[in-house]
């Protein structure tokens, strides 16, 4: 069965520390990766996927197909930074309609 | 463009009562799905559809319906609601022409059934 684990439910950092949010996850193949994030009062909406190898508002994130992890990182915190951020994974080819989600990781700035 | 769209915004069932969740989209997006999301849980899978007339079930279908009888719609019926359905409900629509893929959620329908 696929599954994504986010092994943090909160993690906290100081402006200007370096940010890594964990993503592992269980698939037998070569899924597709997605990072979500969710600021306050806003939608769900993507950050990034791995396919496209984009760099957004300073994040990035290195698929590790031999310890199946997608962590996102960012080399400087800030605090518009501060939302929930879900990890997703979808069979090959599917694209993103076919979602299966993390439970999250709320990540907070401390100004 | 309104996006995704989603009403009601609150609703309040008693167990045993049905109602539908409507979901419109304005982007004619080929794709749509349903996600619930629980407390301290990611958003799972409820149902989707790869066009009009398609549909297909997601990881918890029980106790939901779905059809897709036009591109911008895809409702989602609760026959009999249970207590166990009380969650937020988030509709969302993609694309993938063009070699894009970026799905488009709704604001979500905050569902209680006592």
């Known amino acids: 069965a696929q599954r994504v684990t986010q092994p943090e439910k909160l993690l906290s950092v100081f402006k200007g520390a370096p940010v890594e949010l964990k993503c592992n996850y269980s698939y037998s193949g070569s899924p597709e990766l997605f990072w979500y994030v969710q600021y306050s009062r806003q939608r769900l909406q993507l950050l990034l996927r791995h396919i496209s190898r984009e760099s957004i508002k300073g994040f990035t994130a290195d698929l590790n197909k031999g310890e199946t992890s997608f962590h996102l990182k960012k080399p400087f915190a800030q605090e518009e930074d501060s939302a929930m951020y879900y990890c997703?994974?979808?069979?090959?080819?599917?694209?993103?309609?076919?979602?299966?989600f993390g439970k999250g990781t709320k990540l907070s700035v401390i100004p | 463009n309104a996006g995704v769209t989603q009403t009601p915004k609150f609703q309040v069932l008693k167990t045993g009562q049905s109602m539908t969740l409507q979901c419109a989209q304005d982007?004619?997006?080929?794709?749509m799905s349903w996600y619930r999301q629980d407390p301290g849980m990611g958003l799972r899978l409820i149902h989707y559809?790869?066009?009009?007339?398609?549909?297909d079930q997601g990881e918890v279908p029980n106790g939901y319906n779905v059809s897709r009888s036009t591109t911008e719609d895809f409702p989602l019926r609760l026959l009999s609601a249970a207590p166990s359905q009380t969650s937020v409900y988030f509709c969302?629509?993609?694309?993938?022409?063009?070699?894009?893929?970026?799905?488009?959620f709704g604001p979500g329908t905050r569902l209680t059934v006592l």
């Open positions: 969302a629509s993609s694309d993938q022409t063009a070699g894009t893929d970026t799905q488009y």
């Open positions: 997703a994974l979808s069979p090959p080819g599917a694209g993103s309609y076919q979602l299966t």
């Open positions: 559809s790869v066009g009009a007339g398609i549909t």
């Open positions: 982007m004619n997006h080929e794709y």
